[in-house]
């Protein structure tokens, strides 16, 4: 399933969106998909990739700084664990000793997060969970860092260097909460934090205390979405713009996995009796008239109403979700 399709039109803004040809979401799921970094695939199963320059060179980048820190510290969100990790990451960090913190764990499924973590330890990482923007759950982290360089900070301290800062790269692709991270663990440092894709750019070194530096590097996305569902997931949480996606179509199949995985969540928050057996185009449609969504004429507004749902599940409305579970990869 995709929620990427349609042909390009512009907003009155100005701004490029992808939608379909009627304001009524078409219900098929084979329908052409394209991804924030242009790589489209077509409904014949043709992918183009497209891997621009500054993404090469960020990786180059990153592969040079990797011999100047102790450790990285991977960002992802919580919600969706696989899908927000770049492939690429495990080759250019290697054996570097990694941290990686679940991000928006504070609007993620709780069991799940403690699953996933357990699943990141299995696989030879200390993982924790967290708030970047509120800080919870941060104030373990130099507790963390200490564990997982412990054998390195004894070598230190028998070598005489006992007092030698600690030194992090922070990796993550964009809009996961890297700035947000940065920010908050450097009190207000100017990192630039901002709700959307691409922001940071340059690599950064920052003091947050506790003997440890960090440093920053630009977000990168891998050159295609193999898996057309890990573009899908992106874009439900909005680390794929909006712009380049056709929201009425992503909206359908979110209330499709709502209704499978977490039906009670949408009868909680849109007064639903129930959502049983429900085809997620009536579901829209439903939850269009509890919302009094309706266009002059009768018609419903598909549109306000998709874009109302994406919002509120990304803010954590509809309730802590979870959409990839230990065992689906």
């Known amino acids: 399933m995709s929620g990427f399709s349609g042909q390009k039109k512009h907003t009155k803004q100005g701004q490029p969106y992808v939608s379909g040809k009627s304001n009524k979401p078409d219900k098929r799921s ?19 990739q497209w891997y621009p320059g500054h993404m090469t060179k960020t990786r180059r980048r990153m592969e040079e700084c990797l011999k ?3 450790g990285v510290v991977e960002i992802i969100d919580a919600r969706i664990p696989m899908s927000s990790r770049n492939p690429d990451i495990d080759d250019i960090v290697g054996s570097k000793p990694r941290i990686v913190l679940l991000n928006k764990a504070d609007i993620a499924d709780g069991a799940s997060t403690s699953r996933w973590i357990d699943y990141f330890a299995r696989n030879g990482a200390r993982a924790l969970a967290c708030d970047c923007k509120t800080g919870k759950g941060l104030n373990r982290f130099a507790d963390e860092v200490r564990a997982l360089l412990a054998d390195k900070i004894e070598i230190w301290k028998s070598k005489g260097m006992g007092g030698r800062s600690i030194k992090l790269m922070v990796v993550g692709i964009p809009n996961v909460g890297k700035s947000s991270f940065i920010n908050r663990m450097a009190k207000g440092a100017k990192a630039k934090v901002a709700d959307k894709p691409g922001v940071t750019r340059g690599n950064q070194w920052f003091t947050i205390g506790g003997g440890i530096e960090l440093l920053d590097t630009p977000g990168v996305l891998w050159p295609k979405f193999d898996d057309p569902e890990v573009g899908q997931k992106l874009a439900f949480t909005g680390a794929v713009k909006d712009a380049v996606v056709d929201i009425e179509t ?17 009868c909680e928050r849109y007064k639903l009796d129930s959502v049983e057996n ?13 919302r009094g969504m309706i266009l002059r004429g009768g018609d419903y507004d598909y549109e306000r109403v998709s874009v109302m749902l994406l919002d509120e599940f990304r803010a954590g409305l509809l309730g802590r979700i979870t959409l990839e579970q230990v065992g689906d990869q």
């Open 30 to 48: 084979n329908r052409s998909v394209k991804d924030v970094s242009g790589a489209q695939q077509t409904e014949s199963g043709q992918t183009i």
């Open 68 to 70: 100047l820190v102790d």
């Open 250 to 266: 992503l909206t359908l199949d979110l209330l499709r996995y709502m209704s499978r995985c977490y039906p009670e969540r949408l």
């Open 278 to 290: 429900m085809e997620p185009l009536a579901l829209m449609e439903r939850i269009a008239q509890k």
